[in-house]
């Protein structure tokens, strides 16, 4: 009762020919590692996706005796990062983060909702938000492939922010995290500036002064949510 048989759902076949080579062999050179009662379904697991860090998840269960199915879900792109540059932190890069990720620049990737990382980005690729993400990576790393943004958890307040902002009338274009602060830059150049994960009274904040300023024309340099119960602006000359 060995596996002859490896059916793929969920991606191409050549997923098989990693579960095989993880099944050669044998246990205390007695028991084969293809056995349907003793193959590796842990490293089958770990083996898939270290082999291909796009994949969220591997499920393999038995079809008969002679017979496996491994089920593959694949990571959903949650938005673009980009190395931080010091385009990211100027007045204008509202445009030229937006120019980035129409352009899908090989130094570009996508990251999932726990922050990882795990591939390029390409003109091709379709995100659920649209603006860039500036931000450092977890430890040091020589490559941002398979590394995870830090703040990773403070990410779905943040992006809900983001998204609450369209409603003034100007999308965000790229999301800049300077240590415990975040910089936004909308579409009309306008920087909205508050504290890491106080979205909630940034927002309210906006809210209030709602109707002095015009975050959709381009009139406001930078919108300040720093301070409790504060709104400080600067518009341009």
């Known amino acids: 009762m060995r596996i002859s048989h490896i059916k793929i759902l ?3 076949q050549s997923f098989a020919e990693i579960a095989s080579a993880t099944m050669q062999g044998n246990y205390f ?10 193959f590796p379904a842990s490293r089958i697991r770990a083996d898939i996706i270290a082999a291909h860090p796009d994949i969220a998840a591997v499920s393999i269960s038995r079809d008969g005796f002679t017979s496996i199915s491994i089920t593959i879900n694949d990571r959903v792109p949650i938005a673009r990062w980009c190395p931080s540059t010091d385009s990211a932190y100027s007045m204008s890069s509202g445009q030229a983060s937006s120019s980035q990720a129409s352009s899908g620049q090989t130094d570009c990737y996508v990251f999932d909702a726990g922050g990882f990382i795990f591939a390029l980005a390409a003109s091709s690729t379709k995100t659920i938000n649209n603006f860039v993400l500036y931000a450092p990576l977890v430890g040091e790393t020589p490559e941002p492939l398979r590394a995870t943004v830090a703040h990773a958890e403070t990410l779905p307040g943040m992006f809900d922010f983001a998204r609450e902002l369209a409603t003034f009338g100007s999308s965000v274009a790229s999301v800049v995290i ?3 602060e975040v910089d936004e830059y909308l579409e009309s150049s306008t920087r909205i500036t508050y504290v890491l994960g106080h979205e909630q009274d940034a927002f309210t904040a906006l809210v209030s002064a709602r109707a002095n300023m015009n975050l959709a024309d ?3 340099d930078y919108v300040d949510l ?3 119960g504060k709104v400080y602006l600067k518009r341009k000359k």
Do not use: E, V
Not at 29 to 38: A, N, R, T, V, Y
């Open 10 to 12: 969920g991606a191409d």
């Open 218 to 220: 381009g009139s406001l």
């Open 178 to 180: 300077r240590g415990d």
């Open 29 to 38: 050179g007695i028991i084969p590692c293809d056995s349907i009662f003793f």
């Open 226 to 228: 720093r301070f409790d």
